[in-house]
């Protein structure tokens, strides 16, 4: 009997398997019939390419090239090849389909230039392919640069960085800049079609426009070098090598700012940019803001603290300790109308009130209160955690060379070829 029930209940559990195959066979073909399937879905690329983010959700881009091209979209069934002469295409979105000049194509697209040919979007020259996806909404596309990271580090080198810099500097920003996008690749890479934004938010990149031969010359004779570390996350021992314009004296850890412990990024003192920054990027402000333009910008970042009403009164509720009574707000205690409060990080605030941090220019900064308005007056440019890049600068001026310099800014971290 028991070995009837087992039987059946064997029998009923091979159906549902088979009914469940079959669903959800029917759901893809059926998908794949209605909408073609995302090109290259979630999958990592290889190790030596990274994948830029160039714009998310743009309506319509203009495509020019230098020399021939092709374009292949995701199904591979649609295959174009457009010479040397090829007039500026338009591309946009068509119900969910990437349509290049007066051809469509599936939902995701690539363009591959022909050989020593360059692709330009919106006027702005990359190295690589350039791949395009449509957006859930049908109309609008993501434009995503694909491209070798040594080729992609020249357009960053010279975007985070003066060129005629000195060459140990250009070095050490080179090591720096490939080792925190093949963190950001390897730690966020393998979930989505893109590694990178081309922004600050991760790191400037400028294509073509950003290479010189003084910035090529400093990404090949540093060739695959990055800073590893002991660390626990899946990234190999590569950490995110943070940097920033001027630390204003003293850099800051990467747990007060961004919450991860590295022991690289602890903290140093840095004696170094105040020898060559600008003097405004030592010493700023005051910048003001009144008590309703704050409670507006910081209301429209964080709707969920609508319940402070306005906000009237803003103090460092937690500040670094470099000695002396200095140190950078790590967080501000903001309270409401009605005594109600909520806590903000330094880094957030600073960049809720002023979204480019070109006034508001680090959170190494005093804040004073006058009627109805706050101002703050501080030291440094940028968040100041890994490489003070004034402090490069000058390192290298004096004659260290680009292994000094970052054994200074990434203390304990070891070099090696990626
Ligand atoms: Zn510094």
């Known amino acids: 009997m028991l070995d009837t029930i087992f039987k059946h209940k064997e029998l009923i559990k091979r159906v549902l398997i088979i009914l469940a195959f079959g669903c959800c066979f029917v759901g893809c073909w059926k998908k794949q019939v209605s909408r073609p399937v995302a090109f290259e879905r979630k ?45 500026p295409l338009e591309i946009i979105a068509v119900s969910g389909y990437v349509k290049i000049g007066e051809r469509m194509f599936g939902n995701g697209c690539v363009v591959v230039p022909d050989q020593f040919s360059l692709l330009s979007v919106n006027g702005k020259a990359y190295r690589g392919e350039i791949k395009l996806y449509t957006l859930d909404d049908g109309k609008s596309l993501q434009v995503i640069n694909q491209l070798h990271v040594e080729q992609y580090l020249a357009g960053v080198v010279g975007a985070e960085m003066p060129s005629y810099w000195g060459q140990q500097a250009l070095k050490a920003q080179a090591i720096a800049a490939r080792t925190y996008c093949l963190y950001t690749k390897n730690r966020f890479g393998t979930n989505q079609k893109w590694d990178v934004r081309r922004t600050q938010a991760n790191q400037v990149y400028r294509g073509v426009s ?158 004073k209160k006058g009627k109805g308005t706050y101002s703050f007056t501080g030291k440094g440019f940028g968040h100041g955690v890994g490489m003070c890049q004034y402090g490069a600068h000058t390192m290298a001026r004096e004659g260290k060379d680009y292994k000094q310099i970052l054994r200074f800014y990434y203390p304990t971290a070891v070099l090696v070829k990626h």
């Not at 309703?292 to 670094?320: D, G, M, N």
Request: with cysteine; aromatic share 8%; charged share 25%.
């Open 43 to 87: 999958t990592p690329v290889q190790s030596n390419q990274i994948r830029v983010l160039l714009h998310d959700n743009i309506k319509q881009l203009r495509l020019t090239s230098m020399g021939g091209f092709s374009i292949k979209d995701s199904l591979m069934a649609s295959k174009a090849h457009f010479g040397r002469d090829t007039e």
């Open 210 to 367: 950003a290479e010189t031969a003084t910035v090529k010359q400093a990404v090949a004779e540093t060739r695959a070098m990055v800073l590893t570390c002991r660390h626990r996350d899946s990234t190999r021992g590569i950490f995110p090598t943070y940097y920033s314009s001027t630390c204003g004296g003293h850099t800051e850890s990467s747990y007060n700012t961004f919450g991860e412990y590295f022991p690289p990024l602890n903290g140093v003192v840095c004696g170094h940019c105040k020898k060559t920054a600008q003097r405004n990027y030592l010493a700023w402000g005051p910048v003001t803001f009144t008590d309703t333009e704050i409670t507006a910008k910081v209301l429209v970042r964080y709707p969920s603290l609508a319940e402070l009403k306005k906000i009237e009164s803003i103090v460092p509720a937690k500040t670094s300790n470099y000695g002396q009574g200095e140190g950078r707000v790590v967080s501000f205690r903001l309270i409401g109308k009605d005594g109600k409060d909520a806590y903000l990080k330094g880094e957030d605030l600073r960049l809720t009130l002023d979204t480019t941090g070109a006034k508001m220019k680090s959170t190494f900064c005093k804040i």
